[in-house]
């Protein structure tokens, strides 16, 4: 079975930086792309960015410049580093995948979540 878990979210300051990371575990067999999406309170979720399995990436115009996205191959995470945050960017982030493992074709997987808050 398929894991994707989040961790790095939290509080902070606008102007402030945070990183978030996001572990795949499982029975995988091969990871595609790996992204990022956000869902502010009674938003709809967006894509904040994504990065290929080749390391091709790209990004919502609301990030560009301030987020970067990179992924470990060997160790099936995907990282967000955010900077000069805005409270515009207080959401819950997820993590997905699409990944093959070792029982099912490729498909796509979801974090559970987790909250950034930027204080103004």
């Known amino acids: 079975q398929v894991q994707l878990v989040e961790s790095g979210g939290g509080l902070v300051q606008a102007g402030g930086s945070l990183r978030l990371s996001c572990v795949a575990s499982g029975s995988i067999f091969r990871i595609n792309h790996m992204a990022w999406f956000r869902q502010a309170p009674g938003m709809h979720r967006e894509l904040v960015a994504i990065?290929?399995?080749?390391?091709?990436?790209d990004y919502a115009d609301s990030v560009k410049d301030r987020f970067i996205i990179s992924r470990d191959n060997a160790k099936n995470t995907v990282y967000l580093q955010m900077g000069s945050l805005k409270p515009e960017d207080t959401a819950v982030y997820y993590c997905n995948a699409v990944i093959t493992s070792n029982e099912n074709p490729p498909r796509e997987y979801w974090g559970q979540g987790t909250q950034v808050t930027v204080s103004s």
């Open positions: 990065i290929g399995s080749g390391g091709g990436f």
